[in-house]
């Protein structure tokens, strides 16, 4: 019975450093996607080649896309974090 209770009172811990967790690769992920979409950015900027061009908004219009995707998910888990008890120091 008291291994039941040492693992209940470490499962808050374990929950808090999850989402932490993930929320920071949430963000990372998003920046990494905004890095991302500079680089596409740079490169269409001067595009001669229509096809090089039309790829290229392709790619920019993906990483948009997961870029939003990623902030959404790092601002749900930033709420899920704020409301998390915070881990005993």
Do not use: I, N, Y
């Not at 680089?39 to 790829?55: I, L, N, S």
């Not at 870029?67 to 888990?77: C, I, P, Q, S, Y």
């Amino acid at each position: 019975m008291r291994a039941a209770g040492a693992t209940q009172s470490t499962t808050p811990d374990h929950a808090w450093a999850d989402a932490s967790g993930r929320c920071f690769f949430a963000w990372r992920m998003a920046a990494a996607c905004e890095d991302a979409l500079r680089e596409v950015h740079r490169a269409m900027t001067g595009q001669h080649d229509p096809e090089r061009a039309q790829a290229l908004e392709k790619v920019s219009s993906l990483l948009r896309r997961e870029m939003r995707r990623w902030v959404r998910r790092g601002e749900a888990l930033d709420e899920l974090v704020d409301h998390l008890p915070k881990q005993p120091q």
